[in-house]
């Protein structure tokens, strides 16, 4: 079983930046894929950003693109998502979800552990 925690959420001005982190317990990211989703409020839950912990390989979803970065700490063994230049569209709860593989994966459905969320607010 994995637990995922999400970290970082809060309330930022447009333009502005913020640093979200996924923690696993309960065994490492080693062999996972690692996704960050959110969900505005009426709307469904759309994939942000993937990546592949042992290759480190990425994708990312065309509206985060140039603006966002995932990546991970081995020996924290956490997910981080870097947010630059953010806009109001932004706001949303995001979670970290995980699932054992090597390629990247953008369909929640996929996904077998999911974290409670954190909150994002971007004002304008």
């Known amino acids: 079983q994995v637990q995922l925690i999400e970290s970082g959420g809060g309330l930022v001005q447009a333009g502005g930046s913020l640093r979200l982190s996924c923690a696993a317990s309960?065994?490492?990211?080693?062999?996972?894929?690692v996704g960050w989703f959110r969900q505005a409020p009426g709307k469904t839950r759309e994939f942000v950003a993937t990546?592949?912990?042992?290759?480190?390989?990425?994708y990312y979803a065309g509206s985060v693109k140039g603006r966002f970065t995932i990546s991970r700490d081995n020996a924290k063994n956490t997910v981080t998502l870097q947010m630059n230049s953010l806009k109001p569209e932004d706001t949303a709860v995001y979670y970290c979800?995980?699932?054992?593989?090597?390629?990247?994966?953008?369909?929640?459905?996929?996904?077998?552990?999911w974290g409670q969320g954190t909150q994002v607010t971007v004002s304008s």
């Open positions: 309960g065994r490492t990211f080693s062999n996972y894929v």
């Open positions: 979800a995980a699932k054992g593989g090597f390629t990247t994966v953008t369909t929640g459905a996929l996904y077998d552990y």
């Open positions: 990546i592949t912990w042992n290759s480190g390989n990425t």
